[in-house]
């Protein structure tokens, strides 16, 4: 227990001694006594002595550039943790910095707390204009989960607890906390302020699901002739592999890995449907979503993609809303997934039938053509490197070095990944997500290093780096051991659009040729310039063998990619033909 020793009264003949406490270190007691270890932020008015004390006090405070790329990883922490995440900001302009990435992370069901201090109430509410004001509370709450402020010194502990209960039970999701400067300096005795503190109980209980609801699944299932598993980010946040992997093998029910829950079971393993997408999402009859939700990503559950054959969903969610969101659930199963799937586990221990052999016979088939064409594609050693030769290399790495984290973001350079890059373990692969943002690059990145100790190893679209790129300078500070490949295409999706007025570069260009590894260089980092598959590999394999900070500048040619990567059809299109 930190506190501030301070003599008051001193005019009094006994001389009192009396141990006081203040704001700053409530909220540092606050947050060890709940095992928040790390805390990820810039410093700033009014919070520079709150990280700086919090160091002092052995939390890990990991500094940014930039609050968004601090709030990205701090939401991965959360994602990988089951903890929440903390990200530190200073008022008006770092809130609003940190701020998309509460909101991303909040879409994303990633736990999160976006702690940061505000200006004075009676200033911001008279709207009179005090250093960086903004009523912070009010802007951030249709954006997160839960909102909080704390005014007394004496409630930290209760606004910390509930802020840690909010994010992370239930669906998981991002959580503000708002501290005005004058909070810090609050002083109170330090005995009061110990038992002020509140040590978060079982912070996600277990939801288990009704037994009825579990019945009603089974028998749903039991019907089907052409089941299929689909894992969601929410199956890989629940930390509940073994008894996935029970309920897959046991069932013998193929599975199809969302993008951050490949890894789950391995995508090489027999079950896995990964390489039949197409094929099982229109063909089978029954399906099981394990923390998936039928949003764009899964195309709402229906149209072309689904097929015009009946189908029925069973759905694991702890999130009952989520439920006939864009389809009829036949049989919903509301509960944690440990829990539900320990349960339909028992329920398939009697009177369960394997799938058909020809339904995974045919799904194999598909397999087989499928893997076959990718395989000609990596292989082709083109110069300059389009995305797939450039890929076949990483997929090698990762497959070597299957404990490595994989972040992942940009348009081609995303979506060609996710397809060719084979996962081996749970939560290894970190990308874009629900919303498809750009820029949690360098953030998902360091807060992986930082919170596994796992080598990382980041491939980022040009376009995509850019948004996070500065905090190449923070993977150096810390001597982090990421390795950002940039797969360097001049620009977004493609590097060959012109302006036709030929004014000015065509909107979707960089300056050509870039040499992003001297950026790394800058800072005391490895840069590496590849134009081929063989350099390419040699590079990630040193970076990773060594551990140091390395950036890889990988030339890819500039007309490989196509518009939007694999969601062009999204793009809206103009019907007026300029003459
Ligand atoms: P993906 O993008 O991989 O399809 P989504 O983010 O759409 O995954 O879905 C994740 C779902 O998982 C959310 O609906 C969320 O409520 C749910 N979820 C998260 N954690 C748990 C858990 N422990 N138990 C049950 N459901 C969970
Ligand atoms: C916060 C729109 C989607 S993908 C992308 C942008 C700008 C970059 C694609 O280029 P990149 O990849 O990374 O070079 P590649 O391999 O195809 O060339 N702002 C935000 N999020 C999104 N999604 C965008 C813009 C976008
Ligand atoms: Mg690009």
Same mark, same amino acid.
């Given at each position: 227990?930190?506190?501030?020793?301070?003599?008051?009264?001193?005019?009094?003949?006994?001389?009192?001694?009396?141990?006081?406490?203040?704001?700053?270190?409530?909220?540092?007691?606050?947050?060890?006594?709940?095992?928040?270890?790390?805390?990820?932020?810039?410093?700033?008015?009014?919070?520079?002595?709150?990280?700086?004390?919090?160091?002092?006090?052995?939390?890990?405070?990991?500094?940014?550039?930039?609050?968004?790329?601090?709030?990205?990883?701090?939401?991965?922490?959360?994602?990988?943790?089951?903890?929440?995440?903390?990200?530190?900001?200073?008022?008006?302009?770092?809130?609003?910095?940190?701020?998309?990435?509460?909101?991303?992370?909040?879409?994303?069901?990633?736990?999160?707390?976006?702690?940061?201090?505000?200006?004075?109430?009676?200033?911001?509410?008279?709207?009179?204009?005090?250093?960086?004001?903004?009523?912070?509370?009010?802007?951030?709450?249709?954006?997160?989960?839960?909102?909080?402020?704390?005014?007394?010194?004496?409630?930290?502990?209760?606004?910390?607890?509930?802020?840690?209960?909010?994010?992370?039970?239930?669906?998981?999701?991002?959580?503000?906390?708002?501290?005005?400067?004058?909070?810090?300096?609050?002083?109170?005795?330090?005995?009061?302020?110990?038992?002020?503190?509140?040590?978060?109980?079982?912070?996600?209980?277990?939801?288990?699901?009704?037994?009825?609801?579990?019945?009603?699944?089974?028998?749903?299932?039991?019907?089907?002739?052409?089941?299929?598993?689909?894992?969601?980010?929410?199956?890989?946040?629940?930390?509940?592999?073994?008894?996935?992997?029970?309920?897959?093998?046991?069932?013998?029910?193929?599975?199809?890995?969302?993008?951050?829950?490949?890894?789950?079971?391995?995508?090489?393993?027999?079950? #896995? %449907?990964?390489? $039949?997408?197409?094929? +099982?999402? &229109?063909?089978?009859?029954?399906?099981? !979503? *394990?923390?998936?939700?039928? /949003?764009?990503?899964?195309?709402?559950?229906?149209?072309?993609?689904?097929?015009?054959?009946?189908?029925?969903?069973?759905?694991?969610?702890?999130?009952?809303?989520?439920?006939?969101?864009?389809?009829?659930?036949?049989?919903?199963?509301?509960?944690?997934?440990?829990?539900?799937?320990?349960?339909?586990?028992?329920?398939?221990?009697?009177?369960?039938?394997?799938?058909?052999?020809?339904?995974?016979?045919?799904?194999?088939?598909?397999?087989?053509?499928?893997?076959?064409?990718?395989?000609?594609?990596?292989?082709?050693?083109?110069?300059?490197?389009?995305?797939? #030769? %450039?890929?076949? $290399?990483?997929?090698? +790495?990762? &497959?070597?070095?299957?404990?490595?984290? !994989? *972040?992942?973001?940009?348009? /081609?350079?995303?979506?060609?990944?996710?397809?060719?890059?084979?996962?081996?373990?749970?939560?290894?692969?970190?990308?874009?997500?629900?919303?498809?943002?750009?820029?949690?690059?360098?953030?998902?990145?360091?807060?992986?290093?930082?919170?596994?100790?796992?080598?990382?190893?980041?491939?980022?679209?040009?376009?995509?780096?850019?948004?996070?790129?500065?905090?190449?300078?923070?993977?150096?500070?810390?001597?982090?051991?990421?390795?950002?490949?940039?797969?360097?295409?001049?620009?977004?999706?493609?590097?060959?659009?012109?302006?036709?007025?030929?004014?000015?570069?065509?909107?979707?260009?960089?300056?050509?040729?870039?040499?992003?590894?001297?950026?790394?260089?800058?800072?005391?980092?490895?840069?590496?310039?590849?134009?081929?598959?063989?350099?390419?590999?040699?590079?990630?394999?040193?970076?990773?063998?060594?551990?140091?900070?390395?950036?890889?500048?990988?030339?890819?040619?500039?007309?490989?990619?196509?518009?939007?990567?694999?969601?062009?059809?999204?793009?809206?299109?103009?019907?007026?033909?300029?003459?």
């Amino acid at each position: 227990m930190s506190a501030v020793a301070q003599v008051i009264d001193v005019s009094a003949a006994a001389e009192t001694e009396q141990e006081l406490t203040d704001g700053f270190h409530l909220v540092i007691d606050a947050l060890k006594l709940n095992d928040i270890d790390t805390i990820y932020g810039v410093p700033g008015i009014p919070i520079t002595d709150l990280g700086r004390m919090a160091q002092a006090e052995g939390i890990r405070v990991v500094s940014f550039r930039h609050e968004q790329n601090a709030g990205n990883a701090a939401a991965i922490a959360g994602f990988l943790t089951k903890k929440p995440g903390v990200c530190l900001t200073v008022s008006a302009p770092g809130f609003l910095n940190g701020l998309t990435a509460l909101a991303n992370a909040t879409t994303n069901c990633f736990p999160m707390i976006l702690i940061s201090g505000s200006s004075e109430r009676e200033i911001v509410d008279l709207q009179q204009g005090d250093y960086e004001e903004m009523d912070q509370l009010a802007i951030a709450k249709p954006l997160c989960k839960a909102a909080f402020r704390v005014l007394h010194a004496a409630d930290i502990g209760i606004g910390v607890a509930r802020a840690i209960r909010a994010a992370v039970s239930g669906r998981p999701g991002g959580v503000y906390l708002d501290l005005p400067a004058k909070l810090f300096s609050q002083v109170m005795d330090a005995d009061a302020g110990a038992k002020s503190l509140v040590k978060v109980i079982d912070a996600a209980p277990a939801q288990l699901p009704s037994p009825s609801a579990v019945t009603r699944a089974l028998d749903v299932l039991k019907s089907a002739k052409k089941p299929l598993i689909i894992l969601g980010k929410g199956a890989a946040y629940a930390q509940a592999d073994a008894e996935i992997r029970s309920f897959i093998e046991t069932s013998g029910i193929p599975f199809l890995p969302m993008s951050m829950a490949k890894g789950l079971l391995p995508d090489n393993h027999p079950l #896995s %449907a990964g390489a $039949a997408r197409s094929t +099982v999402l &229109k063909d089978s009859d029954v399906v099981v !979503l *394990v923390g998936a939700r039928l /949003n764009w990503l899964l195309s709402h559950g229906k149209g072309k993609t689904w097929g015009d054959a009946p189908k029925k969903f069973i759905q694991i969610d702890i999130e009952p809303k989520e439920m006939d969101s864009n389809v009829e659930i036949a049989a919903p199963l509301v509960g944690d997934i440990g829990s539900v799937i320990e349960a339909l586990n028992e329920g398939i221990k009697t009177g369960w039938k394997a799938p058909a052999a020809e339904w995974i016979d045919a799904i194999n088939a598909r397999k087989e053509v499928n893997i076959g064409k990718m395989a000609q594609r990596l292989l082709k050693n083109s110069t300059p490197m389009d995305f797939h #030769s %450039a890929l076949g $290399a990483l997929k090698q +790495v990762i &497959k070597e070095r299957p404990d490595a984290i !994989l *972040v992942n973001e940009g348009a /081609n350079t995303l979506d060609l990944a996710r397809g060719v890059i084979d996962m081996y373990q749970p939560r290894k692969r970190l990308d874009v997500g629900t919303w498809g943002v750009m820029g949690i690059g360098m953030g998902f990145a360091i807060g992986a290093a930082v919170e596994t100790g796992k080598p990382v190893l980041a491939v980022e679209g040009d376009s995509a780096f850019g948004f996070s790129g500065m905090e190449v300078e923070t993977i150096c500070r810390y001597n982090l051991p990421v390795c950002v490949v940039i797969f360097n295409n001049n620009g977004i999706y493609r590097g060959t659009d012109t302006d036709p007025t030929g004014r000015d570069p065509g909107t979707t260009v960089f300056v050509a040729d870039s040499r992003y590894d001297k950026m790394m260089e800058a800072f005391g980092g490895v840069g590496v310039h590849v134009t081929t598959p063989d350099e390419l590999k040699r590079a990630v394999d040193e970076a990773m063998d060594s551990g140091k900070p390395t950036l890889i500048n990988a030339v890819i040619d500039p007309a490989a990619g196509s518009e939007s990567g694999n969601i062009g059809s999204l793009n809206p299109q103009s019907v007026v033909k300029k003459k």
